[in-house]
């Protein structure tokens, strides 16, 4: 049997974001996100996702004028703001070693302008964080999940504005004042590559507010300048309030191989992965990467960078790299004509040696692996898969979901993880996204379920809300309680296990 080279110290979780988990939206004086304008579209293919994430000026204006819960879904998430006890009790019976969870920027400071924050907004944090240490599961902290203040993208133009910089970095000042005696590990903003995937969702950007293509890529240039930025100073703010506190980044891992041995293929997949890598490059290295500053002066793409901002950006670099993994990619010069598949706003060229999820996603688990040893070797930092998991639809069979598809997906991407630490990577944990089912990100949707544990809600927010164990809850546990080794066991069925034990 193969060795376990697991660290005694893996951070085994799972992950959630407050916009997709909370609800609550206008309790305890929220203000609006930007999460809480996400329509729910059931007439769009699931698989388009451009058409899924696009928020236009109507529709904001449409979601400000209605308090209705049905078809923005993430007003209501699955009542974890109300349910947190009972839920952190769950992971703790899972045995759950680390959780991530986001703060809403809103609860705090409900338009992200306000001197002084909300004090509803700050107990509930302290009550979920200090509920966390209780059952023993290390708090992973996401100061920004696409969760920014609709205050700020309607008067400011979102991250295009400097002011807004100087809001995030008093909130992010207060949260970490606050909430350091509970909280070791903090990521300053998710997944911070998706700028352009998602303008409107990562920094506020309203397309159609710019003239065209180039106004608005520069102005997206712009607002994630600004970004590195306040991640930076967040982390400055960090050292100087507890020098224990450990901050990271956090990138999309959207790995690409070539189709072909042609060098124009292989050249077309590296530029992919430069071009990936270059939002953490900057958080690593603290400067920008000489191509992207050349495709700038190419373009004639202006981005404003004041005095001092090269100074802090390599002053205050990051402690480690956390990055989401879901599929990789295929890049090709002949790709035009061939079969496409699509996944969190990327098209590919379709892998046959790989399955496919019923979102469209490509499943490969050995990228996880490569993709981990590029990077170790890359930064030489520790590095941390905080989200990374499958989409499916789960059927609820006599008060029962046996989800063997993620069991076998999560066990293979597992033993790539074993893997990667074995020939070398320091891996400091893996929290499997929505370990809990929560509304989906991209399509707003209850059926997309990620999670260990059901929750009964349907698309259109139907359902009891109770919360059910599915039978990679029992498998997981076994996972974390041996660190791994029961991976290389046979599990033909659950009682090799002990599943529901």
Not at 177 to 187: A, D, G, I, R, T
Not at 240 to 253: A, P, S, V
Not at 439 to 460: C, E, H, N, P, W
Not at 462 to 491: C, H, M, P
């Amino acid at each position: 049997m193969m060795k376990s080279y697991f660290p005694k110290d893996f951070l085994w979780g799972g992950a959630i974001a407050a916009n997709q988990a909370e609800g609550a939206w206008n309790v305890g004086g929220k203000g609006l996100s930007v999460a809480d304008v996400a329509k729910y579209k059931p007439e769009t293919d699931v698989k388009d996702y451009v058409s899924q994430w696009h928020v236009s000026p109507a529709q904001i204006k449409e979601a400000m004028a209605t308090n209705d819960e049905t078809f923005f879904p993430k007003r209501h998430g699955i009542d974890f703001y109300h349910r947190y006890e009972d839920d952190l009790a769950l992971f703790n019976e899972m045995g759950m070693k680390s959780l991530r969870v986001s703060i809403a920027w809103t609860r705090l400071f409900p338009n992200g302008n306000e001197e002084c924050p909300n004090k509803e907004g700050i107990a509930f944090y302290h009550r979920l964080f200090k509920s966390m240490r209780e059952n023993k599961i290390e708090p992973i902290v996401t100061l920004s999940h696409y969760e920014m203040p609709l205050y700020l993208v309607n008067e400011y133009d979102g991250w295009v504005s400097r002011e807004v910089v100087e809001m995030f970095t008093h909130y992010a000042e207060v949260c970490l004042k606050e909430y350091s005696q509970y909280v070791n590990y903090w990521l300053t903003f998710n997944e911070i590559d998706s700028v352009f995937r998602h303008p409107f969702t990562t920094v506020g950007v309203v397309e159609e507010k710019y003239s065209g293509k180039q106004e608005a890529e520069e102005a997206i240039y712009q607002a994630l300048h600004h970004q590195f930025v306040a991640s930076s100073i967040t982390t400055k703010l960090a050292k100087k309030i507890d020098k224990t506190n450990q901050i990271g980044c956090m990138m999309t891992r959207t790995l690409a191989y070539p189709l072909t041995s042609n060098p124009a293929d292989v050249l077309l997949a590296q530029q992919h992965n430069r071009e990936n890598y270059f939002y953490a490059d900057v958080q690593v290295f603290g400067e920008y990467p000489q191509f992207v500053k050349n495709y700038w002066k190419e373009k004639g793409i202006h981005v404003e960078i004041l005095p001092g901002d090269e100074e802090i950006l390599k002053l205050y670099t990051v402690d480690f790299v956390s990055f989401s993994y879901y599929m990789s990619m295929i890049k090709s010069v002949d790709e035009e004509h061939m079969e496409k598949v699509g996944g969190n706003l990327v098209t590919s060229v379709k892998n046959p040696y790989l399955d496919i999820s019923e979102w469209g996603w490509q499943i490969d688990p050995i990228g996880l692996r490569i993709s981990l040893i590029d990077m170790y070797d890359r930064y030489r930092l520790p590095l941390f898969i905080v989200e990374s998991g499958i989409g499916s639809i789960d059927k609820l069979s006599n008060g029962k979901i046996h989800d063997d598809y993620r069991i076998e997906y999560f066990k293979n991407h597992f033993k790539e993880v074993n893997e990667a630490i074995k020939s070398g990577v320091e891996v400091m944990g893996y929290t499997t996204w929505g370990c809990i089912d929560i509304v989906s990100a991209s399509t707003s949707q209850m059926s997309k379920r990620y999670g260990f544990i059901y929750v009964d809600l349907d698309d259109l927010g139907r359902g009891s809300y109770n919360r059910i164990k599915k039978d990679s809850f029992y498998w997981y546990q076994k996972v974390i309680e041996t660190n791994g080794a029961v991976l290389y066991e046979e599990v033909g069925n659950p009682e090799k296990v002990n599943m529901h034990q």
